[in-house]
């Protein structure tokens, strides 16, 4: 009887470890001014979620850079053009842009950097956008953040 209940035990363990959501995503940026995604989607059971941003292009950061930042879809426009003016060193955000809810650095050919933030901070009946802040990139490259 006790070998059954260890059985069991262990195989509802392990079920439920494979239905954990997956609480992060790489997301591939190219000189194509592209990411390899449009859409992430959180699960509600994630506490934090971290997004690692790659680039698989041959251009450095000062002619093809790219960023990540994630920000209320209604604020995305108005955080791009903001920040051009805060240059490349500041990852063309604006200091202490309270509108920006995460974000990673530009990063160039062969550079990955990452942002882990926590998923409180979204709402389910909340439109959000992930965009790149380098200067024209942000018509090309953007997506939705869903919290489902």
């Known amino acids: ?28 940026s190219t000189d194509q001014m592209s990411y390899n995604t449009k859409e992430i989607t959180i699960d509600k059971s994630c506490k934090t979620f971290t997004v690692e941003l790659t680039h698989s292009g041959s251009l450095p950061k000062n002619v093809m ?19 051009i003016a805060a240059g490349i060193d500041k990852s063309y955000l604006k200091d202490g842009d309270t509108r920006v809810i995460a974000h990673t650095k530009i990063i160039g050919a062969g550079e990955k950097d990452s942002v882990t933030f926590d998923v409180s901070k979204l709402k389910a009946d909340e439109q959000y956008n992930f965009f790149c802040t380098f200067p024209g990139h942000i018509s090309m490259m953007k997506g939705t953040v869903t919290l489902k």
């Open 65 to 83: 850079g790219h960023n990540w930042v994630l920000s209320k879809e209604a604020d995305t426009q108005a955080i791009a053009t903001d920040g």
């Open 1 to 28: 009887m006790f070998a059954k209940v260890v059985a069991v035990s262990l195989l509802t363990l392990a079920s439920g470890q494979l239905l954990a959501a997956e609480c992060k995503v790489t997301v591939d």
